[in-house]
């Protein structure tokens, strides 16, 4: 009898140092929505950026939102996020932590690298062009290196160069801008969707969002991985676009990832005391 007495107590340590361990996982969002462009102003931007802050707060994401930002305040928030993020799970080995960033706004590929276009890009020199620019690769430089660190990267910004329809001197010094955006390659524990596959354009869409964030907030609240997520999202939008726009995804993931996770599992009744 002893003996199932300290099974039962073995069974209850266990399930409460699971408990313990999933109460110390941190949820952070950082979401920017880019619309009031001066050149090529976009219309769903900041209403998807909103919306998807709005759901991802009642999924108990602690989430910083901004809006129509400039180079360095991209820069800024970018690094206090991560920073803050290292800090969390620098404080407990046992501490885990899932950090999701959010863009919708314009974007670039230039040779086949990827740039985020903040809001007062400015067109003077080729020179002024490219460093008013954030470089997606700038982003992964600030993410933790650490096990206990899953990261979530959503791009709704593969759309058509946004400088194309403008032809001034200073236009003119702007290198090659290919349509769509450059496959990422990001570090373990990282998983990237695009609003498209590399290479192609994704619609604004013509309701209060965007195609893209329109199906990602029908699916959000599921409890499946992030790859069943997207994979719905995906079927979604290809549908909705007759396959024109097909959302696309890497993943370096080294374990199952919920935006919106399971709820504690109840502590089973030990009859055997």
Not at 131 to 152: C, E, K, M
Not at 215 to 242: C, P, Q, S, Y
Not at 247 to 270: A, C, G, M, Q, Y
């Amino acid at each position: 009898m002893k003996r199932y007495r300290y099974l039962g107590a073995l069974l209850i340590f266990l399930a409460l140092d699971a408990f313990s361990f999933e109460e110390l996982t941190h949820r952070h969002a950082l979401v920017i929505g880019n619309q009031n462009y001066a050149v090529s102003p976009l219309r769903n931007s900041i209403n998807d950026s909103r919306a998807i802050s709005f759901r991802l707060s009642e999924l108990g994401f602690q989430v910083t939102a901004i809006e129509d930002a400039v180079a360095s305040v991209i820069n800024a928030e970018i690094k206090t996020f991560y920073a803050k993020i290292e800090s969390l799970i620098a404080d407990n080995d046992r501490t885990k932590a899932l950090a999701l960033v959010y863009y919708a706004g314009h974007a670039i590929q230039i040779q086949h690298r990827n740039y985020l276009v903040p809001l007062d890009i400015k067109f003077d020199s080729q020179q002024v062009f490219l460093s008013g620019l954030y470089d997606i690769n700038r982003l992964f430089a600030h993410v933790p290196s650490s096990p206990n660190l899953q990261s979530i990267i959503l791009l709704d910004a593969c759309r058509t160069n946004p400088f194309s329809g403008i032809d001034n001197e200073h236009t003119k010094l702007i290198p090659s801008i290919s349509d769509g955006l450059a496959p990422l390659r990001a570090p373990p524990g990282t998983f990237i969707a695009y609003a498209t596959e590399p290479g192609s354009v994704a619609s604004d869409g013509k309701g209060e969002n965007g195609i893209y964030t329109k199906h990602l907030l029908k699916h959000m609240d599921k409890t499946i991985t992030v790859e069943e997520l997207f994979k719905k999202v995906r079927r979604g939008v290809a549908k909705e676009t007759n396959k024109r726009q097909i959302p696309w995804e890497h993943s370096s993931l080294l374990e199952d990832v919920f935006i919106n996770p399971p709820k504690n599992r109840e502590i089973p009744e030990l009859m055997a005391f």
